[in-house]
Every structure is written in structure tokens, then in C-alpha cells.
């Protein structure tokens, strides 16, 4: 592991990696802030930068505009309480009252130093972990991976949000449908193109990234219009004396927390953050700094989910969030196939991508604290200029990945289709999940048909797969049991 | 109006996805295959169909996203896709550069800037520097369009 971590140091201080790390930070931060603009968008925004790039550089820049979309989603949080990102929805909470009374600056400074907290956590955490867990992931086989595949699609039904359960598990069917549109790999067949010679390479991910995101969201600002809001005295941001040592427990606890969860499939620094703030207000003690430790606690832990989602990715090509599933497709076009056999084939890069988050992290602290009353300025863009500038470079960024018109027409069709979505309350990370796994559900399923000569028996033959497909069950029973709960609640209220 | 609506058309959606996935031609050693090209497209299908009627029966959820534009806003929604319709059919004609100098131009009127510095500068700035960049610096090739070539 020490040599790896070498080499993945000698990786990610290279000057050039170093710069598009702090370049990736800062437009992460940038874009993270502007309302309603999360880290996949600000990923899927990036992508044609990063084709330029050779592919470590490319991903450790993305691993950059991650942390930093994330970070800068607080900050639009605290500052105006409207959340970049839904991880940051928690940091609201507490954040937006202290910036209201006067305390943006020290709110802030929480923000900062809980991120970086969590963040440096979570890096570790994944040092430690995703070696041993890139050795188990080589004796997976396809029916284990297809059982882990099915494990992380239920898993959208299992961490759903309440009420949410059955939208989240038909925008996973859709992304898994139209992960079905192209030339069937293993018949040659055409599925779904209509004869269309455009689409027989199948629908390209960042064009359903794009248009499900980016452009969907364009459209929900240009029709909400613009909107009032409050635009706090935006102080140096520091903390007060007690801050530090008041949160300590609560980051440690929150870190811990989110790693934990950013680990599982489908769970993601939202959940995270959430968890993290319900546990932090069973913890308060009254008191000045109970709202300094509930804005620590879901920053801690969505940076640390963000470290522990990545684990999933590149030690098994999976991936557990809609924003890790954009990764894995950048990763896919740079030709590198994350899973067991990447820490082999390019230990560079394994280890770069996982040294330069904590390198981001860092980036972020140094970066974010002095540039936050200047950077903070773009949560009062105007939308008339906004909602141009994500529709130009989202569909600038599909046409150069394609360089074909036809694209241009999918990316509203989808768009308008992701939008209404949004409008019927349906959330679209699942549905960006369920088309990225597609592909891989189906390549294994085959493959394990195959090889069990049609036997579905073959599933439960091997230890490894038992136990997965145990783990499929709980996250299937879990939904049913949060819906008998609720029943029991409403029939006795008291 | 559109809670409901959106589920019914899924509805649809899911029995036109299942008609041609019906229609995937297989050959004779592929539909023997326990799994084949139809398989899981024809599951999805009708679990798409069967959830959707779900949902479409359910009572829609309390609380939704707040989108409450008021009519001229989706007038600006629908002039926005017009633009980017136009978009596409002007990268052919006109070249990548001068269709997102347009593009830019049109979406800044539509969203209601009115301020002429960015109207002339943010489209002919975003356009020149994506060329600088993407054609001059990485030596992309980009048709110019057939009005220029």
C-alpha cells in the first residue's frame, strides 16, 4: 500500500496535475455555488475540458470540481439558503439563520474547516480501504457482479427520500431503458433506433448527463424567473473562540458517519448529510455553538461520503451516486475501466485520483477561505444571464463530443422530458444510475446465464454470491418495513 | 395537471417501449438463449408499465419543486427550445462558432437582458474564445458550415 501511496504522491504533485487540481476545485466551487447547479452538472460541464487532458490528469481534475461543487453548494446555502446541491440542503439549516444574524463569515469558516475535516477523513479512509477491497473485487464473477449491480438498483428504492421510493424506482427504469437503445453487444441485433444510423452507437452519457441536468435545470430557472433573495454582509470568514473544540466530536462523529454511508450503493453524501444533522440534534446540549456543530455535521459528512462513494467505483467499476456514475462514463471514454484490475494495470492513476482528494481538500481550504467573500458574489448572478451560459456550454459540450446536429434535437427532447420529470417530482440521479449500469446488468446477467446453462440456482452456488444476494433481500425488505412503520404510525398516532 | 399526466405518459411511453422491444428480430439460436436481446427490455417494459399505473392511481406527494411561472414564463420556456432548435439547424449551415454566438445572443434576449455591452460582448467573447481553444489551441476540426466553405 506504502508504494502505491508513492506513487499516487508523485502522481498527484506533479505541477501540471497539481494546477488542474486547483483549477478543478475552483471551477467546482464556481459552478457549485450558482443555485440548483450540483456536482454532476458541474462534472458534465467540465467533461469537454477534460478530453483534452491525458486521463489521470482528466480525473483528478474531476475529482477537484467534486469536492469543489460540493463545498461551493454550501456556500450558496449559508449565504442565500438556497442550495447548489441537495447534499447541502442540511447545511442550511443552521447555516442560513447565522448568516442572517449577522455571523455569514464565521458560518462559513465552519463550512470550510468541517469539509476539509470530513474530506481529509474520508481520503484516508479510502487509502486504507480500497486496496484491500480492489483484492476481494477480484473474485467477483459475473453472477457476483450482477447480484452487486442489483444490489445497487434496489439500493435506490432502499435510500430513497420519503415518499420518493416508487418515483426513484421508475426514473431507475428509465435510465436502464434507455441504456438499451444501440446495437445489442452480444447479437448484433439494433434495439430502439428506429433505423437511425445516429443511434446505433447507443445514447451517449454525457448527452443524457447534459440534458437531464444541465439543460433540465436551465429550463426550471428560466420559468421560475428570478427570484428575491436576502444577500447577507459577507464578513472574513472565521471562527470564534470554543468553535473548534465545541465541533471536534461532532466532525469526527459525522466523518465516520458519512464514509460509512457514502460507501453503500445509492446512499451518497445527501443521505449523508442528512443522517449526520438528525444525529447532531439528538446530541444538543442548548447553547451557542448547537448551531456551529449543525453546520459541521452535514458538511463533515457529505465530504467524507463523497471519499467514501469512489470506493465502490474503482474497486469495482460500480458506481454508487449519480455523480460517481458520470465519473465511471469519463472514466469509460478515457478508455480506463475502473474495477479490480485498475489498481494492476494503472496504479498511477488508482492512487493519484485517491492522493489528489486529499490534495483537493487542501486546495479547497487554502482557496475557499480567502476567496469566499469574492467567489460568494456569484450567488447574486442574475438568471437572465445564467440560464444562457449553462444552455450555450451544455449544448456546445455535446456537439463537440459528438460533432453531429442530431444530438443537439436528442438533448432537447431529453431535456424537456427530464424537466418535466423534475416538475412530477421524480428524482433524476436514479434515473442517470440505472442508465450507466445498464449496459454492465445486462453484459453480466448474460454472461452468468451462460455459464449456469439457464440455471438461476447458479446465483446461490457460491459463498461470495449468497451473500450477496442476502444483502439484495434487506435492501428490498427495507422500503416495506419504512412503509409498515409509517402505516403503524398513522394508525396510532400517539 | 402535470402530476397526473406525467404518469400517464409513462404509460405510454412503456407500452410503445414494450411494442418494439417485441419487435427485436432475434434469430433462432438467440431466442433460444435464456437471456436474449428481448428479455430484458420486455421485463423493463412491463415494470415500467406496471409502476407508472401505480403511481398514476396513488395520490400525488404534498410537497413537489416549486416551478409557478407565470404564462409568459413558459412562453420564454418554449422560446428557449425554439432557439436551441434553431441551434441545430444552423451548426450546418452557418458553422459551430456562429450558431452559439446566436444561440447565446437569442437565449440572452429571450431570459430579458437587454444591456447591449453583454449582448454584443458575452456571445462574440463565448464564441471567439471556445475557437481559440477548441480549434486553434487543440486542433480540433470543426466544419465551417456550408455557407462558409
Known amino acids: 500500500m506504502w508504494e502505491g501511496i508513492v506513487t499516487g504522491l508523485a502522481t498527484a504533485l506533479d505541477p501540471a496535475n497539481l494546477a488542474w487540481v486547483f483549477a478543478g476545485c475552483l471551477a467546482g466551487t464556481f459552478i457549485g455555488m450558482m443555485p440548483g447547479l450540483g456536482p454532476i452538472t458541474a462534472i458534465a460541464l467540465m467533461i469537454p475540458v477534460s478530453y483534452s487532458l491525458d486521463p489521470a490528469t482528466g480525473l483528478i481534475m474531476m475529482a477537484g470540481v467534486y469536492y469543489g461543487a460540493v463545498f461551493g453548494g454550501s456556500t450558496s446555502s449559508i449565504l442565500i439558503n438556497a442550495p447548489g446541491v441537495a447534499s447541502t440542503v442540511a447545511t442550511s439549516f443552521d447555516g442560513y439563520p447565522m448568516a442572517r444574524r449577522g455571523q455569514a463569515g464565521r458560518a462559513l469558516a465552519l463550512a470550510a474547516y468541517a469539509s476539509f475535516a470530513g474530506g481529509t477523513f474520508g481520503a484516508v479512509a479510502l487509502l486504507l480501504f480500497a486496496s484491500a477491497l480492489a483484492v476481494l473485487a477480484t473474485k467477483f464473477q459475473s453472477p457476483e457482479y450482477t447480484l452487486i449491480l442489483i444490489f445497487a438498483l434496489s439500493s435506490i428504492a432502499a435510500f430513497a427520500e420519503r415518499g420518493q421510493v416508487l418515483r426513484s424506482l421508475i426514473a431507475a427504469l428509465l435510465g436502464l431503458m434507455l441504456g438499451t437503445v444501440g446495437t445489442d453487444q452480444s447479437a448484433g441485433v439494433q434495439r430502439f433506433t428506429f433505423g437511425r444510423l445516429d443511434l446505433t452507437d447507443g445514447l451517449s452519457f454525457v448527452l443524457v448527463a447534459m440534458a437531464t441536468f444541465a439543460l433540465a435545470e436551465a429550463f426550471r430557472m428560466a420559468v421560475a424567473g428570478e427570484g428575491e433573495t436576502a444577500r447577507p454582509r459577507i464578513t472574513h470568514p472565521r471562527l470564534h473562540p470554543g468553535d473548534a473544540k465545541a465541533v471536534a466530536p461532532t466532525v469526527a462523529r459525522s466523518s465516520a458517519l458519512g464514509f460509512l454511508v457514502g460507501v453503500l450503493p445509492g446512499a451518497g453524501a445527501t443521505l449523508a448529510s442528512f443522517f449526520a444533522y438528525d444525529l447532531q440534534r439528538r446530541f444538543r446540549r442548548g447553547g451557542e455553538t448547537d448551531d456551529a456543530r449543525g453546520i459541521a455535521a452535514p458538511e463533515a459528512a457529505n465530504n467524507a461520503a463523497c471519499s467514501g462513494s469512489f470506493v465502490p467505483l474503482l474497486t469495482l467499476g460500480i458506481p454508487g451516486s449519480g455523480t460517481t456514475a458520470v465519473l465511471l462514463g469519463v472514466m469509460l471514454s478515457y478508455g480506463v475501466q475502473p474495477g479490480p484490475r485498475l489498481l494492476e494495470a494503472q496504479p498511477a492513476m488508482f492512487w493519484g485520483v485517491i492522493v489528489s482528494m486529499y490534495i483537493g481538500n487542501l486546495v479547497l481550504l487554502a482557496l475557499n477561505l480567502p476567496l469566499i467573500p469574492y467567489l460568494s458574489r456569484i450567488v447574486h448572478l442574475r438568471r437572465q444571464v445564467l440560464v444562457p451560459f449553462v444552455i450555450a456550454f451544455s449544448l456546445l459540450g455535446v456537439y463537440l463530443t459528438s460533432l453531429n446536429a442530431f444530438d443537439v434535437y436528442l438533448m432537447l427532447g431529453f431535456a424537456l422530458a427530464g424537466f418535466a420529470l423534475r416538475l412530477a417530482g421524480f428524482p433524476l440521479a436514479p434515473l442517470l444510475l440505472g442508465f450507466i449500469l445498464s449496459g454492465m446488468l445486462e453484459e453480466n446477467l448474460r454472461r452468468t446465464a451462460l455459464l449456469a446453462d439457464g440455471s438461476w440456482g447458479f446465483f446461490l452456488d457460491r459463498p461470495l454470491s449468497l451473500v450477496l444476494a442476502g444483502l439484495c433481500a434487506l435492501v428490498w425488505l427495507a422500503p416495506l418495513n419504512r412503509l409498515r412503520a409509517a402505516r403503524q404510525r398513522e394508525q396510532d398516532p400517539s | ?149
Open chain 2, 1 to 149: 395537471m402535470t402530476r397526473r399526466l406525467v404518469p400517464l405518459a409513462l404509460m405510454a411511453f412503456a407500452v410503445a417501449y414494450l411494442w418494439q422491444a417485441l419487435a427485436i428480430p432475434l434469430d433462432s439460436w438467440s431466442a433460444a438463449e435464456t437471456i436474449n436481446a428481448r428479455s430484458l427490455p420486455t421485463i423493463y417494459g412491463i415494470g415500467l408499465l406496471v409502476l407508472a399505473l401505480v403511481s398514476a392511481i396513488r395520490p400525488p406527494p404534498r410537497s413537489l419543486p416549486e416551478v409557478s411561472g407565470s404564462r409568459r414564463r413558459w412562453l420564454s420556456l418554449a422560446a428557449h427550445c425554439a432557439a436551441i432548435a434553431g441551434f441545430g439547424v444552423l451548426i450546418p449551415l452557418a458553422g459551430l462558432w456562429i450558431a452559439v454566438a446566436a444561440l447565446l445572443l437569442a437565449t440572452l434576449v429571450i431570459a430579458g437582458e437587454r444591456r447591449p455591452t453583454v449582448l454584443v460582448l458575452a456571445p462574440l467573447g463565448t464564441a471567439a474564445t471556445a475557437w481559440l481553444l477548441i480549434a486553434v489551441i487543440l486542433d480540433v476540426y470543426i466544419d465551417p458550415g456550408r455557407w462558409l466553405s
